[in-house]
Structures are given as C-alpha cells and as structure tokens.
C-alpha cells in the first residue's frame, strides 16, 4: 500500500516562503504526475500546481503563476511546493496528489489520481 505524507507547512507573514514537501512510500515518484490542489473553508478544492512524470511543471492557477513551483527529487522520491511571495489568500489546507500516467497536466478530474497526501495546513497572516 502507498503513502503519500506532506509536511512543511505552517504559519507565516505575507510575502513569506514556505516549502511543502510530499514524501512518497510503496511508489516510485518519478513515474507519477503529482499535483498539487489547495481547499480553503468553504472553497472548493483547486489545483495549484502540477509536474508530469516527463518533469514538465504548469501552474494551474492563475493565481499563483510566477509564485508556486512544482519540483520533484527521484533520490528522496519526494515531490515539492516551493510557494514564494506568500498571500492571505494561499490560506489553505494543501494537499498532493499522484497518478500513474504519462499524460501531461491539466487534463485530471479529483477523482482520478491514485493516491492522496493528508494534507498539512498553510496559514498567511500578519
């Protein structure tokens, strides 16, 4: 059985950094697209960013375009969220999310990944 668990995120000050982290168990990173999605109370849940198993990253979000990055570490099988530039509206609880597929980004509906990360709350504010 496979695990995702995500950790890095916390509390910090608008315009602050935080990176999340999404380390994988029983499956290997590098041939799963991993997305990222984000739900804030009362909000559906978005995608936020995402890197296809080739390694080409997209920002889903206009939101977040030039801020968010998607990155991946095959030695580690750990997959990140680098999130710049922080915003009180980044406030979320974020979660990964893996599907085994060469197909790119974009085209995936919430109930087709395999597997889900628990979550980890990121809170933006002064």
């Known amino acids: 059985q496979a695990h995702l668990v995500e950790s890095g995120g916390g509390s910090v000050q608008p315009g602050g950094s935080l990176r999340l982290s999404c380390a994988a168990s029983g499956l290997s990173l590098e041939y799963y697209l991993v997305s990222w999605y984000r739900q804030a109370p009362g909000k559906e849940r978005e995608e936020v960013s995402c890197i296809t198993r080739s390694g080409e990253t997209t920002d889903s979000a206009d939101s977040v375009k030039g801020r968010f990055t998607s990155s991946r570490d095959s030695d580690t099988n750990t997959a990140y969220l680098q999130m710049n530039d922080l915003r009180p509206e980044d406030t979320a609880v974020y979660y990964c999310?893996?599907?085994?597929?060469?197909?790119?980004?974009?085209?995936?509906?919430?109930?087709?990944?395999?597997?889900w990360g628990q979550g980890t709350q990121v809170t933006i504010s002064s």
């Open positions: 999310a893996v599907k085994f597929t060469r197909r790119p980004c974009g085209l995936l509906g919430l109930y087709d990944y395999d597997y």
